[in-house]
């Protein structure tokens, strides 16, 4: 099954693991149905003091344990699409964007770049104990035949497609 990996900025990732964020903007979406599973890759090598505390109030990670790690994963249960006359044009609408996606009008204004964008609705979020490596997953590329696996060996600019991983207890 068709999954996505995406990958994340730690300051992004302790709203997400907090609860505080639920959306996350990209400027574009997969091409799968919802609802999907998302992998989240905490990026960013230099960033030493992650430390992310999750709904039920736990210590996630500390001290850089995430970094350059996947360190859980969501459902992505609805994609809506950002436009920039919603945001640009309606209080209410703005207020409620923002508050989910943790963004200002001028930050979504910044990486839109007054172009539409995708809002990707965060849940069943997961923290994993022990965040996994990148080479634990499998990616998947295009081919005239469909969808390959290919041995990830970086992590995606954006995001990617992914095999879903089985759970393993």
């Not at 230099?46 to 344990?65: A, E, P, Q, S, T």
């Amino acid at each position: 099954m068709k999954a996505v990996l995406i990958s994340i900025q730690p300051k992004w990732c302790e709203l997400i693991a907090s609860g505080k964020k639920t959306i996350e903007v990209r400027k574009t979406k997969p091409k799968l149905e919802t609802p999907f599973k998302c992998y989240i890759y905490c990026s960013e090598k230099d960033y030493d003091k992650i430390f992310c505390i999750d709904k039920f109030m736990h210590k996630v990670f500390l001290d850089g344990n995430g970094k350059q790690k996947v360190i859980g994963e969501f459902v992505c249960d609805r994609i809506q699409e950002i436009t920039y006359t919603q945001i640009y044009n309606f209080g209410r609408y703005r207020d409620v964007c923002e508050a989910e996606t943790r963004l200002d009008f001028y930050a979504l204004d910044d990486y839109l770049k007054q172009k539409n964008g995708y809002g990707w609705h965060i849940s069943d979020l997961v923290i994993y104990d022990e965040p996994k490596e990148l080479s634990e997953f499998t990616g998947l590329r295009k081919t005239k035949f469909g969808y390959g696996p290919f041995k990830i060996t970086r992590p995606p600019q954006s995001w990617c497609y992914v095999e879903e991983r089985k759970e393993q207890e």
